[in-house]
Every structure is written in C-alpha cells, then in structure tokens.
C-alpha cells in the first residue's frame, strides 16, 4: 500500500488482533481489513455502520443481489480488488460461479432476471459517469423494480463507490484466491460492521 | 428497507467535523472537490474522478509539499465519501424526480 501507515501505524491491540487473523486464517491480513483498522474511529467504524446496512439491512434484494452489485460497481470504478472481493462473496452467496461471470462479463447477456439487470445497468451508469437522470430512473421503475429496492442498491453504490476509490487510491494487493476466498467467507458469515 | 441516512450523516460528521491532523477546512475542501490551491489537489482530483489512474508519484508529490501520512490519509477519505456521496445524492434526486417521491 502506498501508504506505510496503513501497513504498520496500527496500535499493539490491533496488531495483536492481525496476529490472530494470521494464524486462524493461514493468510495475510487482507489490505481492506488494514484500512478499516487504521484509526478506526476516523473512517473504519463510520463506513461499516453504512455499508452494514446496506449490504446486510433489509431489504427486497438478497444479499447475493446486494454482493453482484458492489461487485459491478466495483469494476464500474476499475478496482480489480473490490471486483474480486465482492464477487467471492457473491459466488459463495448464490452457490453459481457461472452466473457471477457473466454478469462481469456482459451485464446484457447474463442469465438474471429483467429487475435485476435493469438495476445493476443503473449503477454501473452512476459510478462511471458520475450521475444518472431521471429518465434511467423512470426506466427502471418500467422495468418493475420498486422505488424501495432502487434506494436501496443506491445506498451499496455510495458504500463501493467509497471504498473503490480508496482501495485504488492506496494501492491495494491482490491477495491469492486462496485469501480472498476466506475474507469472503467471512464478510457472508459476520458482515460488515 | 435498508436505511443508511443516520449512518451516512454519522461519516460525515466524523470525517467533516471531528478530530484529526488536518484542518477542517481541508477536509471539507477534498469533500467537496474544491481543494484548488491544496498540495494534494492532483492526487485528490485523481481519487474524485478515476482513483484507478493515482500513481505512486501522486502520493509522493503530496508527500513533498508537506502533508503527513496521516492527512493523506484523511484527505483521501474526505475526497472518496464527497464524490460517492454526490452521485447517491444526484442518483436520489433523479429517483424523486421520476417518481414524485423523496
């Protein structure tokens, strides 16, 4: 990471807790868990209460739902560890390896529902140009998704498009399938907060 | 439904108003993408608009004009929740503007 205090500024308890992550999981602590860490009461503590909610709050949309779509926005932001991250999470959800591939390979063509399609075109729009109208949003709600459901994939986008930027901006490893896969199991197990 | 209002005002509060080694003011700079005359303002503009495309000379241009770690570290913050927070609130507005409700 680029920056040394996300990798060594933590306080003796925290990396007290790295130790036992290191030893529990057989991997290194995944740079997400570094950041969320580092003076948690700063950003850590705050943006887990948000994305908590969002990603495992009620809501219409599973949490495979919620996971697909970090992990679309996550590639909509060009983070190739977030993109991972929440498309473990996502295959572990739904149990279909295929289905989350296609959906990062052409959101048209995969095999999802219409609602579901329709909404995950809408954040990839939001996080690539920044905004969208209210003629996607009138598009959307056509399609049949409710305007409770939009609020809340709005409410994962804010949430990914938040940490993508940091996971870029500092530089995160891509940790082995092997790392991943245990943060992933994890994140399903205990969530976010 | 999910609801991340509190929270969301929460980060804010904390991010924007609480203690940290940069100044406010700073802080509400990169929030709101108007840190011009910042020493970090090409890093910040970078984590704004397409974080993917900050390079390790970024971070160490910000790093010789003075700030520390620990203000890269907030102002990166700042400038991350800003932005996402502006596309949820345009998105937001776009949702009330089709549907006639909040």
Redesign the interface.
């Known amino acids: 990471m ?5 990798n060594h ?1 933590h306080g003796l308890a925290t990396k007290a807790l790295f130790s036992v992550i290191r030893m529990a999981s057989g991997h290194p602590v995944l740079d997400i868990i570094k950041l969320v860490k ?2 948690a ?3 850590g503590k ?2 887990g ?2 994305t908590q ?2 990603m495992r ?4 949309w599973s949490v495979a739902d919620r996971e697909l779509m970090a992990a679309v926005v996550a590639k909509s ?3 190739a560890f977030c993109t991972e991250a929440h498309s473990s999470v996502a295959r572990q959800a739904l149990g279909d390896s295929a289905r989350v591939a296609a959906v990062l390979e052409d959101l048209e063509t995969a095999p999802i529902d219409a609602p579901l399609r329709a909404t995950l075109r ?1 954040l990839k729009k ?2 690539t140009e ?9 598009a959307l ?1 056509a399609s049949g998704v409710s ?2 459901q ?3 994939a ?2 994962v ?3 990914f ?11 995160f490893e891509m940790p082995t399938s092997g790392a991943m896969d245990a943060g992933a199991k994890f994140l399903l197990a205990r969530g976010y907060g | ?4 209002a509190a ?2 005002q ?2 804010y509060a ?2 924007l108003a ?1 203690t ?1 080694h940069s100044d406010p003011a700073q802080r509400r700079a990169a929030f709101e993408g108007t840190s011009q005359s910042q020493p970090a303002r090409e ?1 910040l503009e ?7 495309r ?1 390079t ?1 000379a970024d ?1 160490q241009q910000a790093r010789a004009a003075g700030l520390t ?2 203000q ?3 102002l ?2 700042c ?3 800003g ?6 609130d ?3 507005a ?2 009330a ?3 006639g ?1 909040e």
């Open positions: 680029r920056l040394s205090i996300l500024g580092y003076r009461d700063f950003y705050p943006m209460a948000v909610e969002a709050g009620p809501s219409a932001n060009t983070c809408m939001l996080s920044h905004s969208v109208h209210a003629a996607d949003m009138r709600l305007h409770a939009i609020k809340d709005l409410a986008s804010f949430a498009n938040t940490v993508a930027r940091l996971a870029e901006a500092f530089r | 439904m999910a609801d991340i929270a969301r929460a980060l904390r991010i609480g940290g890093l970078k984590i704004r608009l397409h974080a993917h900050v390790d971070v770690e620990d890269l570290f907030e990166a913050v400038a991350a929740v932005q996402a927070g502006r596309q949820f345009a998105a937001l776009a949702l503007a089709a549907s409700k």
